[in-house]
């Protein structure tokens, strides 16, 4: 029930609640609320503050995001990226053969089609950022790590074209900031390293090997598969040994 003081007097007015909501209310007293009309519906916006219990464990997970493997934990979660995939490549055509037809009502097409891709990809990242803090609650982890995909240099030719294509249309900063603000309020920090190197780095003894589609070749440890193998890097900190140290220590 919500009381409201207005111009005709006080009103109360029952809630219509969900589950999340009524939960986040039974821990505590909203500190601030909006009242809003939207269409000639009523809503409030409720604010409701708290400390998040830290996380007891003290372990590290690394996620690798990716076009063939979505996502890549080093607790050993590969969520596959073929549906996205698929999705988008079928919307992509879809696109491309409207825009070929040059009708007036075109744009108007375009426009419903572009944002019900935007509506789905936000709900899936929804859904699989949910999935991965869990991940990452179940083994314990404090931290989570994720490559920096914004405001890096390039230092190689392979990585730049592997951040253009993780940064076109993938909506990867939207994946990473709600794996972020989720595991915040489980009280798991996440941090962002550097990305370079991170795909062409062995997890075991940090030397560079060599990436063949899915499979990471290590001369001295042998096959991995190559997205677990980057998520392992990033769950250490990054591609610690960079190729100039390696030469300089060999
Ligand atoms: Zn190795």
């Not at 990226?81 to 409207?98: D, P, V």
């Not at 996440?190 to 795909?199: F, G, K, R, W």
Request: net charge positive; hydrophobic share 35%; aromatic share 6%.
């Amino acid at each position: 029930m919500i009381s409201l003081t207005t111009t005709q007097g006080r009103l109360r007015i029952a809630l219509l609640l969900g589950e999340h909501q009524k939960k986040a209310l039974q821990r505590q007293d909203p500190s601030s609320a909006t009242v809003i009309n939207k269409s000639g519906v009523w809503y409030i916006h409720m604010v409701i503050d708290f400390e998040p219990t830290m996380c007891s464990g003290d372990g590290v997970m690394g996620i690798d995001l990716g076009i063939n493997t979505l996502a890549a934990t080093s607790t050993g979660l590969l969520i596959e990226g073929k549906t996205r995939r698929q999705f988008k490549e079928k919307r992509a055509k879809i696109r491309a053969s409207l825009q070929s037809k040059k009708k007036p009502s075109t744009k108007k097409v375009l426009k419903k089609i572009s944002e019900y891709e935007v509506r789905r990809i936000k709900h899936e990242n929804h859904i699989l950022s949910k999935q991965l803090v869990e991940e990452a609650k179940r083994h314990n982890c404090r931290t989570i790590r994720m490559e920096q995909l914004k405001g890096i240099q390039s230092r190689t030719k392979t990585w730049n074209k592997h951040r253009n294509q993780m940064t076109a249309g993938w909506s990867f900063h939207q994946l990473q900031s709600f794996v972020t603000y989720k595991a915040v309020a489980c009280g798991i920090c996440v941090e962002l390293i550097d990305p370079a190197y991170t795909s062409q780095t062995c997890h075991r003894c940090l030397k560079l090997g060599s990436r063949y589609g899915e499979r990471f070749t290590c001369a001295t440890c042998g096959d991995q598969h190559a997205d677990a193998n980057a998520s392992r890097v990033i769950a250490l900190g990054g591609a610690v040994c960079k190729p100039a140290r390696i030469s300089s220590a060999s």
